[in-house]
T-cell receptor, first 114, second 112 residues
């Protein structure tokens, strides 16, 4: 049973560019959340998608946007990249009822902005 | 002030020792508490998931929640070198609000 898979594993971009990160949730999960983890910090919540809609959003600018597809997979898009966007981007999946379905994380995409 | 405070360490203990990891929080609305383990170059892995005050035990791991003090702990008994990792506490308000708020993580090394 495949867990949460993310692609690519590493990415190097230049300031001002745009990036798209991809996530496939664990089998049976319908909810996808994205987190940003800066070096030496805990993950910070970006947003969550359920039934192809953004259900909740953290304190991130509009440069961060996302999408969920009918097969529950998801993309995170970041426009106008800044040096401070360099981080590990984690995707987590769960089922819609929340309490009985803790988040399962992928291994992340490490983004470096130069 | 951060909503969740966690000593980043690093913490080094000899193999077989009891490890105590702690977090404090300021938001009294938090009701669900989790501990995640994160190995280098990997995503966080759920270790313990608790609701309300009290203790929960799972093998060598014990999670403790004291809501009156806004303080949670994770104890690891008979620590092993394979326990070397970063430990993240996380919490959320309720099951309908799935956003997790994490601590900064404590980097733990078990010395053989």
């Amino acid at each position: 049973d495949a867990g949460v898979t993310q692609s690519p594993t590493h990415l190097i971009k230049t300031r001002g560019q745009q990036v798209t990160l991809r996530c496939s949730p664990k089998s049976g999960h319908d909810t996808v959340s994205w987190y940003q983890q800066a070096l030496g910090q805990g993950p910070q919540f970006i947003f969550q998608y359920y039934e192809e809609e953004e259900r909740q959003r953290g304190n991130f600018p509009d440069r961060f946007s996302g999408h969920q597809f009918p097969n529950y997979s998801s993309e995170l898009n970041v426009n106008a990249l800044l040096l401070g966007d360099s981080a590990l981007y984690l995707c987590a999946s769960s089922t819609g009822d929340g309490f009985n379905s803790p988040l399962h994380f992928g291994n992340g995409t490490r983004l470096t902005v130069t | 002030q951060k909503e969740v405070e966690q000593d980043p360490g690093p913490l080094s203990v000899p193999e077989g020792a009891i490890v105590s990891l702690n977090c404090t929080y300021s938001n009294s609305a938090f009701q669900y508490f989790m501990w995640y383990r994160q190995y280098s170059r990997k995503g966080p892995e759920l270790l313990m998931y608790t609701y309300s005050s009290g203790n929960k035990e799972d093998g060598r791991f014990t999670a403790q929640v004291d809501k009156s003090s806004k303080y949670i702990s994770l104890f690891i008994r008979d620590s092993q070198p394979s326990d070397s990792a970063t430990y993240l506490c996380a919490m959320r308000v309720n099951f309908g609000n799935e956003k997790l708020t994490f601590g900064t993580g404590t980097r733990l090394t078990i010395i053989p």
